[in-house]
């Protein structure tokens, strides 16, 4: 009965902290590993013009990246001397729009935008409704006709209707009703609106897109043309200048639709100017950007938003469950005895300063000097409050000694012996001393070596980079940690150090 | 390795999570602890029910009450010296013989203490030095058990003492536990007395052990440990399953000394009693549990004594 409860417990505990830890991981994108980098770009639009000799009112108009696929923006803003701005949704996205009521001379607009790598930017457009039919006059409308008919015979969907359409558009001197279309032109960006239009045709929804390619560094980025078809169920992408489907695997897309980039209201000479650069950012904090930008309160309740300080007593903090584990199993599955139950943890975490083997050489210097002041202390008869007291000096003053002559020995390691517990120290020599008196040196030592074996493993676990990592980030892996501690509480084997004991019963029995 | 474990499974070996998860935790209600781990009340309990318990000469309960103790052991020759919550036998002072004119004490392994050694150690016990966690203690200053001809071969300068392992009421395995040199004449097996299993039909001692390993003859005398018949078996057997009804603890190990002038006396009772009984029996305790969990609630002392000699002693180890 117990132990189907304890089961049931554990179970709970189990899926919740796996859910959580799930969702963070996969939803929120935190990292599972330590040195994992995030790539963001910085994305700069810079817009210079001349306002002329006379002070007179500005407005600007700039498209700003709105839906991006496969993209996310981790942080935009907007830098602009002395203008105002709003931005706003329009048909091709996102716009900005600066105006100041005087200006003259020189002026310099930035937008920048932080964008970072999110495939589940993806699914976020919608299905658009089926475009109106173009109306074009004679003989362009027939030119349209006959392009579309032929192209249908030669496809089956429309993704293989696109590829044929812009290999047609591509070969512009075979075909008149290509030329006718193009008018001329033959740059990419007149191809996909003429794809755009033969499409709307064919009753295909399809429209044209402008990105940039995210490069490592970039000062003059060009705007690149896309081509976005809907086959009825998702956005496909095609490239206008090659006729090849998908999207290049960095592209911002920047403004969609055939109106153009920016628009000026009272200034001259205009220049637009885009620049790329990429950086490698701490994943967890595009993550908690994420988690914020996606409204979940995760990050709300997540350790990083402490004060850096805290943030590091808490690193230390949350291994400590862990270090209590580890006792666990040392002690209930191997069966080590050792001098207060919690006291190898302790141990543990002033190793981290010291190192194991410098930690297990002061350790057992400070308690094996503390253990002849005790023994000398027997003989004066003291109570046992003072007498505690008389071996907790007598151990800060060891510390200090000891840090004072490894100093001038030039030994880094004895200065980190002023992190031991002192208090724990002084309880671990009393106790030892007892031992000592009451069941002979050899136990006595047998529990002093114990223990340090058992604080030397515990270091070891806490001191995991990997451990320490998940679960500064996933706190909530707390719970496995609790469930495995309370399934442990109801194990009745056998202890690994209880057949070393048995052994002999064992041979003699059938 | 697995099979060692199979093997200790087959002869119900208990471990110390089977023991503390199963038995323990079950059958001993820890509001009833408090009665075994204070020797004082344990001590009165057994008198209120008229079990005998070595004579309580006084008890200390302060740093103030350390001097008196010359008075109240003015009337006697020998007397121990006992932590009222210790454990383990730790702290225990066995006093042999005093030395009025020099004020001075001899203990039981011939070492000489003054009388303030003694007043040390008296306050060391009252300070909870020896008291599971630490807790403020008493010390009690009583009777000291005079050695009973029947051990005379068995034992190093100590009292030995007999440990039965009760369970709801029906003695399930004992043992009698015999000083040695190295054990400095205490009667502790952690402290290297020698464990001798004692037939649970005939109260005759059977096999021996040294820590984990066995031995056939006493270490200091060179007795053989097999063989050894206990008297007054079946008033001992009687007097431990009463210990049952005393403390109602489910999971009991009842310590019993032989006195030379005053027959068995009651010495403590322990909620956790050790495992290595087993190994001096050389069998487990797991399938006599077994057996006396299927015995209904509320049978007479007489008939669950008789139970235990009868079929439990017989019972085979494998028998779960």
């Known amino acids: 009965m117990q132990g189907y409860k304890v089961w049931v417990f554990a179970l709970a505990l189990f899926l ?12 929120l994108g935190y990292p599972l590993l330590p040195e994992e980098e995030t790539s963001i770009w910085t994305v700069e639009a810079t817009i210079q013009f001349d306002a002329g000799e006379k002070s007179m009112p500005v407005k600007a108009t700039l498209h700003i990246p709105g839906l991006t696929p496969g993209f996310a923006i981790l942080d935009e803003n907007f830098v602009s001397r002395g203008f105002g701005f709003t931005t706003r949704y329009v048909t091709g996205g996102r716009q900005v729009q600066w105006a100041i009521r005087r200006a003259k001379g020189p002026q310099t607009l930035y937008y920048r935008a932080v964008v970072y790598k999110d495939p589940t930017q993806f699914e976020n457009d919608t299905t658009p409704p089926f475009p109106p039919l173009p109306v074009l006059s004679e003989p362009l409308d027939t030119a349209l006709q006959q392009l579309v008919a032929q192209v249908r015979d030669q496809s089956a969907d429309p993704a293989s209707f696109t590829v044929e359409l812009l290999k047609r558009l591509a070969d512009s001197g075979g075909d008149q009703n290509v030329g006718l279309l193009l008018a001329g032109e033959s740059d990419p960006t007149s191809r996909a609106r003429a794809a755009v239009t ?21 000062r003059q980025a060009r705007v690149v043309p896309w081509l976005e078809v809907h086959d009825g169920d998702r956005w496909l992408y095609f490239d206008p200048a090659t006729g090849a489907q998908g999207l290049p695997e960095k592209f911002l897309t920047w403004w969609r639709g055939e109106e153009s980039l920016y628009t000026l209201d009272g200034g001259g000479e205009t220049e637009i100017r885009f620049s790329v650069q990429r950086n490698e950012a701490d994943p967890v904090l595009v993550a908690e950007r994420r988690a914020q930008t996606v409204q979940s309160r995760i990050a709300d309740f997540s350790l990083f938003s402490l004060p850096i300080q805290t943030q590091a007593v808490y690193a230390v903090l949350l291994m400590i469950p862990l270090g209590a584990l580890a006792v666990v199993i040392l002690r209930n599955i191997v069966g080590i005895t050792t001098f207060g139950t919690f006291m190898p943890v302790l141990v543990a975490l002033a190793f981290r300063e010291t190192q194991v083997l410098a930690g297990v050489i002061l350790f057992s210097l400070v308690v094996s000097i503390g253990l002849l002041f005790r023994f000398f202390m027997e003989n004066l008869r003291l109570l046992l409050v003072p007498r505690l007291a008389s071996v907790l000096i007598i151990v800060v003053m060891l510390m200090a000694l000891i840090s004072i002559v490894a100093n001038q020995l030039g030994l880094d390691m004895g200065l980190s012996v002023g992190l031991f517990p002192m208090v724990i120290l002084t309880m671990t020599i009393e106790r030892m001393s007892i031992v000592w008196e009451e069941r002979g040196p050899a136990e006595a030592i047998q529990q002093g070596v114990g223990s340090l074996i058992v604080a030397a493993i515990c270091f070891s676990v806490m001191d995991i980079n990997l451990l320490k990592h998940l679960f500064f980030v996933f706190p909530e892996l707390l719970l496995w940690v609790l469930a495995i501690c309370l399934l442990l509480g109801r194990y009745s084997g056998y202890r690994l150090l209880e057949l070393v004991r048995f052994k002999s019963l064992a041979a003699l029995m059938r | 390795m697995l099979a060692l474990i199979r093997k200790l499974q087959a002869n119900g070996v208990l471990g110390l999570n089977e023991r503390n998860c199963e038995y323990i935790m079950r059958y001993n209600p820890r509001r009833l602890y408090p009665l075994v781990d204070d020797k004082l009340s344990t001590k009165r309990l057994a008198m209120a ?28 020759r020998d007397f121990v010296v006992k932590p009222a919550q210790g454990s383990g036998g730790d702290g225990i002072l066995v006093v042999s013989a005093r030395v009025k004119e020099r004020n001075v004490y001899r203990l039981v392994d011939g070492s000489i203490l003054g009388e303030d050694d003694i007043e040390h150690h008296l306050s060391n016990i009252i300070s909870g030095q020896y008291s599971l966690g630490g807790h403020r203690d008493v010390a009690l200053v009583e009777y000291c058990v005079k050695f009973d001809a029947t051990f005379s071969e068995h034992s190093f300068r100590g009292v030995p003492d007999i440990r039965v392992i009760v369970f709801r009421g029906y003695p399930v395995l004992s043992m009698v536990r015999l000083p040695t040199r190295r054990s400095h004449g205490k009667a502790n097996l952690h402290q290297g007395a020698v464990g001798a299993g004692l037939d649970l039909a005939t109260g005759r001692t059977t096999h021996g052990v040294i820590g984990n390993s066995p031995v056939t003859e006493h270490p200091d005398t060179g007795a053989a440990i097999a063989g050894l018949q206990l008297p007054q078996w079946l008033y001992l057997l009687e007097f431990s399953a009463r210990c049952y009804e005393l403390t109602g603890l489910g999971y009991l190990g009842v310590d019993i000394v032989l006195d030379r002038d005053k027959g068995p006396m009651l010495l403590e009772l322990n909620a956790r009693p050790g495992l ?10 797991r399938s006599r549990l077994a057996l006396v969990e299927r015995q209904a609630a509320g049978a007479p002392v007489e008939e669950r004594v008789a139970y235990a000699m009868h079929t439990l002693a017989a019972a085979a180890p494998a028998l779960n």
């Open chain 1, 16 to 27: 919740i902290g796996g859910a959580l830890f799930l969702y963070k991981w996969r939803e």
């Open chain 1, 198 to 218: 033969v499409l709307a045709a064919a009753q295909i929804p399809a429209r044209l897109m402008r990105g940039i390619s995210l490069v490592d560094r970039e």
């Open chain 2, 49 to 76: 029910a008229g079990l005998p318990v070595p004579e309580l000469y006084g008890v200390i309960n302060s740093h103030r009450e350390v001097r008196e103790l010359p008075k109240m052991v003015a009337a006697h």
């Open chain 2, 276 to 285: 290595n009984i087993q190994i001096a029996n050389r069998c487990g305790l």
